[in-house]
């Protein structure tokens, strides 16, 4: 099956720890997304990448960091420079170029005490 | 800035009627437009989409409208079942960048 997985589904760090959040896809897509969504808001774009080995800042950058050392692979570190990391983070991917729709994860969502 | 907008927070429907979700969009350079639905817990999950050369689009018990003049779109939904219950996003994407601008989402609960 094609798709996107994230893990772990919950996860739960205390403040002041850096944790990292997996995204993986075998859609063979170029573009890969992370959002943030916090409740009763939209999605907020965090980082993205258009191709391997080269990313950009969202819109909410700051406190978080990013790879793309493969196509399939775009790892999310939310470090304790985060102000406020409890969120439920999506990631998703899209063929770039094209305007078209981006396929989601399941999210992942971090609790930090 | 640019910024996409639903009008309600919350819809609450009988089961079997239709349900119209409204959203408004500021960037008159969106062209490409999704509406998204998600379920507790879940990734949001594609209905349908629009291109802004064409102003209505139908699918499987769903219909987009796009009115481009008053930069305003909405997702109908007929004969609504329970299993529609979830909260539905709006996103716009620009000609000039590929970066989807997501609303607030609009919560749609279905009563029996």
């Known amino acids: 099956d094609g798709g996107i997985t994230q893990s772990p589904k919950y996860l739960f760090r205390k403040e002041g720890q850096n944790v990292t959040l997996s995204c993986e896809q075998n859609?063979?897509?170029?573009?890969m997304y992370w959002y943030r969504q916090d409740p009763g808001q939209g999605l907020r774009l965090i980082y993205y990448?258009?191709?391997?080995?080269d990313f950009q800042k969202g819109d909410i950058a700051e406190g978080y960091s990013v790879s793309r050392e493969k196509k399939e692979s775009f790892p999310l570190t939310v470090t304790s420079a985060q102000k406020n990391p409890t969120a439920f983070y999506l990631c998703?991917?899209?063929?770039w170029g094209q305007g078209g729709e981006q396929y989601f994860g399941p999210g992942t969502r971090l609790t930090v005490t | 800035g640019e910024s996409v907008g639903l009008h309600l927070p919350t819809l609450s429907v009988q089961e079997g009627d239709n349900s119209i979700i409204n959203c408004a969009y500021s960037?008159?350079?969106?062209?490409?437009f999704i509406w998204y639905k998600q379920e507790s817990g879940k990734g949001p999950q594609f209905i349908i989409d629009?291109?802004?050369?064409?102003d209505k689009r139908q699918g499987q018990r769903v219909t987009v409208l796009l009115n481009k003049t008053v930069k305003h779109l909405s997702l109908q939904i007929a004969a609504t079942q329970p299993g529609d219950s979830a909260v539905y996003f709006c996103?716009?994407?620009?000609?000039?960048?590929?970066?989807?601008?997501f609303g607030t989402g609009t919560r749609l609960q279905v009563f029996p």
């Open positions: 998703a991917s899209s063929i």
């Open positions: 859609l063979n897509h170029d573009a």
């Open positions: 990448s258009q191709i391997v080995n």
């Open positions: 996103a716009a994407l620009s000609y000039n960048t590929d970066k989807l601008i």
């Open positions: 629009i291109r802004s050369n064409m």
């Open positions: 960037n008159s350079a969106s062209d490409y």
